[in-house]
């Protein structure tokens, strides 16, 4: 017997909403996206002969998101799969026969988008990544006859600085094609994240109010206080100075991060390795192994973990305790601060936590001289293994290196 697919009351009367737009806004851990997944699957299966476009602004995140969601429901629904892993394309069968696909693409090269016959719906996952002009442009591309409705789904957090083009056409106007809906943590259907998830959020209330709007209550707010402004471009083809790494631990809700650290003199191309929730300690070096870290290479991670770090190299891998001390987040983030550190391009994890990254705010909109504990895991990584190594290790390794030895 095949399980049951479960969506929670709040969701539930979308699952036959047919408007041009189904607008999915919420909070952090609201279901939002594992909603839009279960309907298109829910419309393969009653409808069939569907070719559903499902897109992150950068084709390279869709496999660590809507790719990962929508493989797990099928797992989870005993549903048999085709996945076509170098066109990035699953197909699957409904009770009669007829196929529908999941296209997973991203507009990395909008010419090709151009070329891609017979969609008959598309999801834009973290719709705050697009422009509006991206929008309009993947409008005009659903509009070929098709048996069923055409819909573009939209699933997204309310932040009005990164999705203003968002607010202004569902929100701040009546869109007369578009369901808006919006949700919350407790519209979760799955208890064990609703449950683990519910205390992060809760806590942001004392930690700032826009953070706290938008990820707790699914509220509109324009946060302030940005700590970093990286850029971001493409790692240069020159010889580095040395690679190292830097990570932070994770598993129901927080994700387990590796971040490849490359040095040119004191300039520094931070670049997303791994970014994965539901890995044990054991998975996550499996991974990094497979992910060409090696027993000499030096990766970082939080020092408040022993047990972890020992897991990681008893497997073989050269994992340090991160530095600590009195004050060191803090300093930590001035020192990075007074470096010269690029983002890699593609590492869009990385890109949306810094830009992310922020100082805590008052209630009276006056700011701290401490960062929100919220989604700071990719800076809480390259944290941990810039400053550790070049303020603590780094004569450790130059010792090693150049078989330095002290009087």
């Not at 969609?119 to 990544?129: C, G, N, P, R, V």
């Not at 240069?236 to 994770?250: A, L, Q, S």
């Not at 990385?350 to 701290?368: F, H, N, P, Q, S």
Request: hydrophobic letters at 35%; charged letters at 30%; aromatic letters at 10%.
């Amino acid at each position: 017997m095949r399980p049951r697919l479960k969506v929670s009351n709040s969701f539930y009367p979308l699952v036959k909403d047919s408007n041009r737009f189904l607008v999915l806004c919420g909070g952090g851990g609201s279901g939002k996206t594992e909603f839009a997944a279960r309907k298109l699957y829910i419309r393969a299966k009653r409808e069939g002969n569907h070719r559903f476009l499902c897109m992150r602004k950068v084709r390279s995140r869709i496999k660590e998101s809507v790719q990962e969601v929508i493989v797990r429901m099928l797992n989870e629904q005993k549903c048999p799969y085709e996945h076509n892993r170098s066109d990035r394309v699953i197909t699957i069968r409904n009770p009669k026969g007829e196929t529908s696909s999941f296209l997973m693409d991203g507009l990395d090269d909008p010419e090709k988008i151009k070329s891609i016959k017979g969609i008959t719906s598309i999801w834009l996952e973290e719709a705050t990544e697009f422009s509006e002009r991206d929008f309009l442009q993947l409008n005009l591309r659903l509009r070929e006859p098709t048996p069923f409705y055409k819909q573009i789904i939209l699933s997204f957090n309310p932040d009005e600085e990164k999705g203003p083009w968002l607010k202004k056409m569902f929100f701040d106007n009546v869109h007369p094609e578009a369901t808006v809906h919006v949700s919350t943590i407790e519209d979760n259907p799955i208890d064990e994240v609703r449950e683990s998830y519910i205390k992060q959020l809760d806590a942001l209330k004392a930690q700032d109010p826009s953070w706290y709007s938008i990820y707790r209550l699914g509220k509109w707010a324009a946060p302030k206080g940005r700590i970093f402004n990286w850029p971001v471009e493409p790692l240069p083809r020159i010889r580095f100075d040395e690679i190292f790494y830097g990570g932070d631990f994770g598993y129901t809700v927080d994700p387990a991060v590796v971040i490849r650290i490359y040095r040119k003199g004191m300039t520094f191309w931070v670049e997303q390795v791994i970014y994965e929730t539901g890995l044990t300690n054991i998975a996550l070096g499996v991974k990094m192994k497979e992910k060409g870290i090696r027993s000499l290479d030096a990766v970082y991670f939080d020092s408040s973990e022993p047990k972890s770090i020992q897991e990681l190299c008893d497997m073989g891998l050269g994992v340090l305790p991160s530095a600590k001390g009195p004050d060191s987040v803090r300093a930590g983030i001035d020192y990075l601060k007074s470096l010269d550190i690029r983002i890699v391009e593609g590492s869009e994890d990385v890109i949306r936590e810094a830009g992310a990254y922020k100082w805590r705010e008052t209630k009276d909109g006056e700011l701290m001289s401490e960062p929100v504990k919220f989604r700071d895991h990719c800076p809480d990584g390259i944290r941990y293994g810039i400053v550790t190594h070049m303020k603590v290790a780094g004569a450790f390794f130059a010792v090693l290196k150049h078989d330095i030895r002290p009087d």
